[in-house]
């Protein structure tokens, strides 16, 4: 369930757009697909969020946006 801060995707893009921001931030960071490295969730959300805003206009934030005073990786 989306939060207030939060805009749903719609399911029929959710899939696609997940798999081309790993893809977009694996050859951002410059390492083999499928590598697990610490912090590779912050720039597959970046890459998220910046595919949802310039193609689809939806302004979605990332868990990060969504909880400040978290840790996460």
Known sequence: MATSKEQPIPREIEKEVSARATKMAYEKLGIPEGK?????CHTVWACK????????????QSPDDL???????
Do not use: A, F, N, S
């Open 49 to 60: 969020k910046q595919i949802l805003k310039d193609e689809y206009g939806i302004d979605w």
């Open 36 to 40: 697990q490295v610490m912090g590779l």
């Open 67 to 73: 909880h400040p005073d978290w840790c996460i990786d």
